[in-house]
Each structure stands twice: as C-alpha cells, then as structure tokens.
C-alpha cells in the first residue's frame, strides 16, 4: 500500500522549484543560470558507495537540474571530523556540507560560532519558502523544530530527527551465544559471572580449532567503546566519546548536574574492567582501534574468534548475512546487575547540532535548491527511494495481511535485504544514512514484519534490533540522562564550552583507557588523585557550571 498523504508537499516543492528556477535565471545575486547549477557538498561515503557516481544522485540532479560535486571523507569518525575541520579552515568552503550524525556533524556550538562568523548561512526564509515538507514535518514533530532552533531564532543547519528505538541505546553487549551453549554456560547477569564466561572463551577453545585465538571482548574508540556497559553496574555512564562532541561524562543527581567520573562508582568501575584487562579477557586494540578495524576482527578469515562485543548493533563487528552463519551467533545480554544496579545508558537518536548546512560559498539560487533537494527527501515517499534505493529492489510498500514492527501501527513499507553484488548494486541507488531526515516513531515502526521471521536473516534484522532492545530500555536510566540536545549554550559561553569540553572529555577518554590498560594505576591513590586534579585543570568546575545553568533554564 502506498502511502500518500505527503504527496500534495512533494508537488508543492516542485512547483516552488519551478518558481525558484525562474527568479535563478534572472541573475539577482549575480550568479549565472550556468554557474548556478554546479553545486559542492561536502560528505561523508563508506567504503562501498560512490556519491557522484549514485544513481540517486543522477535523480537528484533530473529533477532539480543541477550538477552535484561531491567532496568525500570516510566513515571514520575521527578521519572525517578532522577533514571538516580542515575544510572549515581552507577557506575555500563547499557550497553545503550533507553529513552523517554518528559519523561526525556540527555541533550546537560550532552552529552559533559559525553562523555568528558569517560562515554559514541562517536557513529559516529558505524553510518558510522552499520547504514544504518540513514545515509540515515540523507541525507533526514539534520537538525536531525546537532541536534545530538556536535561543536566537536562526535555524542554522538542520539535524536529521531519527526516532530509532535500538540506536538509543548504543552500548549493547552482544555476546557469542554460540559458544555459550557449545561450553555448557549460564547467560551472565552480573559482572563476576560475565568474567567467569571471558575466560571460559579465552581457555576452552569455544570455535573448535585447537588454537588459542579467541578474543573474548572486543570494542573500538569512540561510539563503540566497551567502558559504558562495563562500567554501569558500579555507576552510570552516560555514553562515550571520541572528540568531545557531546558531554558524554554528565549526568543528573536529581537536579544537580554532575560529572561522573568524579565519583567513587567511576573509579570502582575502572577497577573492575582493568582487573578483565589484565586476565587478558579484553582485546589490547579495544581502546585504539576505529571501526573498520573492529569489523575486520569479526569478519577474519577462518574460524570466528570474537567472544563479544559491546555496540548498537552486531553488524557493527560482524556482516550479517555471512555463509558460514557466524553473525547468527551473537545475541545482546541484558545490562548486568551490580552495586549501582543495572542502568542501561541511553542517548538520543536524534542528535543535537546539523548534518546539514549551507554555507556562504552559496549563491541565493544554490542556497533555494540544497533546501528543496533536501525537503524532497523528508516526503515519505521520497525518504524511501533516498536511503534505501529502488523500489522493489531495496525496499517495497507493504501488502494487505502485513503488520508493522510496531504491532499497534498500520504496516506501510518493507526493506528489502539483499547481498553480494545485488547489495552493492542497490548502493550505488541510494544516498542512505544521508538520507536520514526524517525517520519518526511512525516511518519507523510502520516498517513491515516479515512472516514467519528469522530474526538472524537479513529480512529479519530490524526485528532482531527490537526485540534485542527491549531489555535495555527496560534498565533505562531516564533519571540520569542530561537532555544536552535542548540545551542551547548562550553565545557568550559557547566558544569557552566548546573548548572546555574537548578538554576534559578527551582527558577522560585518554585517563580511563591508561587505568584499564595499566599506563596509570587505578589502585594507586596518588595516580587517581592527580587525575581528579588534571580534570580540574582543563575547567571541570566550568564545564559543570555552564551545563547547569543551561539545565536551570530548561527546567
């Protein structure tokens, strides 16, 4: 069935686009009709996907007659944020930066610097006049117009509102439940029974082969670090960090705002993930490794030998879909139960700052079609052909005798999972998570559920993420959860906040990872105190201070 409800806005868009296309040719910015349609964006592509060669793209550039030019970073958080950065800095900007959210994107901070600097542009008449789409989307979704939105009125990029259920909770531990059942173990609830089953992986020869090459946990920096999971039975962590883009180590007391690792949970936490750390029951790479490390761990050649991993999702450290079935294996544990019980960290899947802007490199003209080719993407219909490629191909509208992930929720779509050179066909067709703007409660959770699903195929993989969350949000720590994505950070205070908070959350970072592995030592007081004291030196008491007086605010 296909849904149509939005169609009169994708029309409306197209009509504007003629308009808009119209007053372009008349040169009221000084640019020619020619010079008009060449369009740069700054993006971010994986290794399997080609931005000026996608067809999507070839579409995009039919329906709105421009000439895209994509500039391209990787997937790599790290890589990417500073290849921005370097961008930002060259002085020869692109026309926009299209970005990915859990990649690297800007943040609130750098939004009201930027915008403030003259740099990017402020987006609100080109909302108010070409886009149709999310005017509306923002009627039905008040709280993604209220994300976008700076304390002075501008809207200065636009972050992608995504209320998906399983990425709010970013540090499942996925475990080889495979190798549980062929050792004859329990399923750990508590982190001393969640030690006794590292070792049986890493001394009993779980895969079989006579060799001694299990890694029994693994992780990666940044998103999928293995220190929240761990660390949440003896004191809640709210998530991790890579670059200081969020305050990943603030929570609440009640209304107090406070940074974690200050507490006594914080060091007791430490203790316990050294003392596997030193059993040699995590990976040596957990802490220095990115993400396509991680997946060349899971997917190596031969015999599987990742015990578990804790990320969102298994297809993080595994590819689904693989002959020897190894990612039918894994299975997320429920948070473990200890002396701070067993919170889960949950974040938000909308994240706060803009995965896109349009810079002052944009004439009018080019400025007015970047804000309809992205609110051509926000049309229902639309959303489907850009992430997920051709219809019928990488997705399809649902059929009568379907029902929805969502049980309470009308089915109205069905991806399509496929793989091998299909898959890789279907990528070229697609801009995927670019795409991203608007995925609510309802575009979500309307997605078909296959019949009669195996939840470890493909066809049932967003099923299997559901389900796996369930246990999670359960635990869900909403008391302690900081609403930072609200909290826009006065001018006068933003450029400090900015600083502050790479500081302290890279020394956290840092200071954690040499406690776990031995570079400090976590039992020695000296070596903790001067830890506390660094933290006080890089503006803790400040980094504290700001978020709560933007908490007081919202409160």
Same mark, same amino acid.
């Given at each position: 069935?296909?849904?149509?409800?939005?169609?009169?806005?994708?029309?409306?868009?197209?009509?504007?686009?003629?308009?808009?296309?119209?007053?372009?040719?008349?040169?009221?910015?000084?640019?020619?009709?020619?010079?008009?349609?060449?369009?740069?964006?700054?993006?971010?592509?994986?290794?399997?996907?080609?931005?000026?060669?996608?067809?999507?793209?070839?579409?995009?550039?039919?329906?709105?007659?421009?000439?895209?030019?994509?500039?391209?970073?990787?997937?790599?958080?790290?890589?990417?944020?500073?290849?921005?950065?370097?961008?930002?800095?060259?002085?020869?900007?692109?026309?926009?930066?299209?970005? &990915?959210?859990?990649?690297?994107?800007?943040?609130?901070?750098?939004? =009201?610097?930027?915008?403030?600097?003259?740099? &990017?542009?402020?987006?609100?008449?080109?909302?108010?006049?070409?886009?149709?789409?999310?005017?509306?989307?923002?009627?039905?979704?008040?709280?993604?117009?209220?994300?976008?939105?700076?304390?002075?009125?501008?809207?200065?990029?636009?972050?992608?509102?995504?209320?998906?259920?399983?990425?709010?909770?970013?540090?499942?531990?996925?475990?080889?439940?495979?190798?549980?059942?062929?050792?004859?173990?329990?399923?750990?609830?508590?982190?001393?029974?969640?030690?006794?089953?590292?070792?049986?992986?890493?001394?009993?020869?779980?895969?079989?082969?006579?060799?001694?090459?299990?890694?029994?946990?693994?992780?990666?920096?940044?998103?999928?670090?293995?220190?929240?999971?761990?660390?949440?039975?003896?004191?809640? =962590?709210?998530?991790?960090?890579?670059?200081?883009?969020?305050?990943?180590?603030?929570?609440?007391?009640?209304?107090? =705002?406070?940074?974690?690792?200050?507490?006594?949970?914080?060091? @007791?936490?430490?203790?316990?993930?050294?003392?596997?750390?030193?059993?040699?029951?995590?990976?040596?790479?957990?802490?220095?490794?990115?993400? @396509?490390?991680?997946?060349?761990?899971? @997917?190596?050649?031969?015999?599987?030998?990742?015990?578990?991993?804790?990320?969102?999702?298994?297809?993080?450290?595994?590819?689904?879909?693989?002959?020897?079935?190894?990612?039918?294996?894994?299975?997320?544990?429920?948070?473990?139960?200890?002396?701070?019980?067993?919170?889960?960290?949950?974040?938000?899947?909308?994240?706060?700052?803009?995965?896109?802007?349009?810079?002052?490199?944009?004439?009018?003209?080019?400025?007015?079609?970047?804000?309809?080719?992205?609110?051509?993407?926000?049309?229902?219909?639309?959303?489907?052909?850009?992430?997920?490629?051709?219809?019928?191909?990488?997705?399809?509208?649902?059929?009568?005798?379907?029902?929805? &992930?969502? /049980?309470?929720?009308?089915?109205?779509?069905?991806?399509?999972?496929?793989?091998?050179?299909?898959?890789?066909?279907?990528?070229?067709?697609?801009?995927?998570?670019?795409?991203?703007?608007?995925?609510?409660?309802?575009?979500?959770?309307? /997605?078909?559920?296959?019949?009669?699903?195996? &939840?470890?195929?493909?066809?049932?993989?967003?099923?299997?993420?559901?389900?796996?969350?369930?246990?999670?949000?359960?635990?869900?720590?909403?008391?302690?959860?900081?609403?930072?994505?609200?909290?826009?950070?006065? /001018?006068?205070?933003?450029? /400090?906040?900015?600083?502050?908070?790479?500081?302290?959350?890279?020394?956290?970072?840092?200071?954690?990872?040499?406690?776990?592995?031995?570079?400090? @030592?976590?039992?020695?007081?000296?070596?903790?105190?001067?830890?506390?004291?660094?933290?006080?030196?890089?503006?803790?008491?400040?980094?504290?201070?700001?978020?709560?007086?933007?908490?007081?605010?919202?409160?």
């Amino acid at each position: 069935m296909k849904r149509t409800i939005t169609r009169p806005l994708a029309l409306a868009a197209s009509a504007a686009l003629v308009v808009g296309a119209a007053a372009c040719t008349s040169g009221g910015d000084g640019g020619s009709a020619e010079d008009d349609n060449v369009i740069t964006i700054f993006s971010q592509q994986g290794p399997d996907r080609d931005l000026n060669g996608s067809t999507f793209t070839k579409l995009i550039e039919e329906e709105f007659d421009v000439d895209l030019q994509f500039e391209t970073t990787t997937w790599d958080a790290a890589s990417a944020a500073e290849a921005r950065q370097i961008a930002l800095a060259s002085g020869d900007l692109p026309d926009a930066f299209l970005l &990915i959210p859990w990649v690297d994107q800007f943040s609130q901070a750098e939004l =009201v610097k930027y915008g403030e600097q003259g740099l &990017i542009r402020p987006l609100n008449e080109l909302i108010d006049s070409s886009a149709p789409n999310l005017q509306k989307a923002w009627g039905d979704t008040p709280d993604w117009e209220k994300l976008a939105t700076a304390p002075d009125g501008n809207v200065w990029g636009l972050p992608q509102w995504n209320d998906c259920f399983h990425c709010t909770f970013p540090s499942k531990m996925w475990l080889n439940t495979a190798w549980l059942d062929a050792l004859g173990l329990e399923t750990p609830t508590t982190p001393d029974e969640f030690r006794e089953v590292l070792k049986a992986f890493k001394e009993q020869d779980p895969n079989g082969n006579g060799t001694a090459d299990e890694v029994p946990l693994t992780g990666a920096t940044g998103g999928n670090s293995v220190l929240p999971f761990l660390m949440n039975p003896f004191v809640y =962590v709210p998530t991790s960090t890579l670059n200081g883009a969020v305050p990943a180590s603030l929570a609440l007391d009640g209304s107090d =705002v406070t940074l974690q690792p200050t507490l006594d949970g914080w060091r @007791d936490g430490l203790r316990y993930v050294n003392s596997l750390f030193e059993e040699g029951l995590i990976d040596e790479s957990a802490f220095t490794q990115n993400q @396509d490390a991680l997946l060349a761990l899971g @997917d190596i050649a031969g015999d599987p030998v990742v015990g578990a991993a804790s990320v969102g999702h298994p297809g993080v450290f595994v590819t689904i879909g693989q002959e020897d079935e190894r990612d039918r294996g894994y299975d997320a544990i429920a948070p473990l139960e200890g002396p701070n019980g067993s919170p889960a960290s949950k974040t938000p899947s909308s994240v706060a700052g803009a995965a896109f802007v349009i810079t002052n490199q944009a004439s009018d003209a080019k400025a007015e079609k970047l804000m309809q080719i992205v609110d051509y993407m926000i049309d229902y219909d639309n959303h489907l052909r850009a992430e997920f490629g051709e219809e019928n191909v990488g997705w399809a509208y649902a059929e009568e005798g379907d029902t929805a &992930i969502d /049980e309470t929720l009308e089915p109205l779509w069905r991806q399509i999972r496929v793989s091998g050179a299909e898959a890789n066909d279907n990528i070229t067709a697609s801009w995927g998570p670019l795409a991203q703007y608007y995925g609510d409660l309802v575009f979500r959770g309307s /997605e078909v559920r296959p019949k009669d699903v195996d &939840i470890y195929d493909l066809e049932g993989y967003n099923v299997r993420l559901f389900e796996e969350t369930q246990d999670y949000a359960e635990n869900a720590a909403d008391d302690k959860v900081l609403p930072y994505w609200n909290m826009w950070i006065p /001018e006068e205070e933003s450029s /400090e906040l900015a600083t502050t908070q790479t500081n302290v959350e890279s020394l956290i970072t840092q200071a954690s990872a040499e406690f776990v592995t031995g570079v400090r @030592d976590i039992d020695n007081d000296d070596d903790w105190q001067a830890f506390q004291d660094a933290l006080v030196a890089n503006g803790s008491g400040r980094y504290i201070e700001i978020y709560q007086k933007a908490y007081d605010a919202i409160s």
